[in-house]
């Protein structure tokens, strides 16, 4: 059975699908990565290599109120970037239920951690 290997755009980390698996998805139905929670919508669902996601967000969990929420494009392209004392960078985005301040590290590799 061949395997169809995704990279996820946050982590890189190799997604497996089988023809069984994409069988089961149609477009517009929402993919999780097992590592980093990304969100991925099917945007095309064809023969063979003819697949194609499109990232949503990144759920995360807020430090201080406990809330999940998605880190979306629209947030991380508003967010202020920053560099912090040892020269990584990192963006600030707000929890969306208590305001709080959240910093997403970027690394070589990956758009958000």
């Known amino acids: 059975m061949p ?3 995704i990279e ?3 982590c890189a980390e ?3 699908l089988t023809d069984e698996d ?3 998805l ?3 139905d929402v993919i999780v990565c097992d590592s980093c929670n990304a969100e ?3 945007t095309r669902s064809g023969e063979g290599e003819d ?3 499109d990232l949503l967000g990144v759920l995360t969990v807020c430090p201080g109120c406990g809330e999940e929420f998605d880190v979306t494009d629209e947030m991380l392209a508003a967010a202020p970037l920053l560099e912090s004392p040892d020269g990584s960078q990192v963006s600030v ?3 969306p239920h208590c305001r709080a301040k959240i910093e997403l590290e970027f690394t070589e590799g990956s758009d958000a951690e």
Request: include cysteine; hydrophobic fraction near 50%; aromatic fraction near 4%.
């Open 3 to 5: 395997i169809l290997e």
């Open 8 to 10: 996820c755009p946050i």
């Open 14 to 16: 190799v997604l497996e």
């Open 22 to 24: 994409r069988a089961e």
């Open 26 to 28: 149609s477009v517009g």
């Open 40 to 42: 991925m919508e099917v």
């Open 51 to 53: 697949f194609e996601l």
């Open 93 to 95: 985005v707000e929890c």
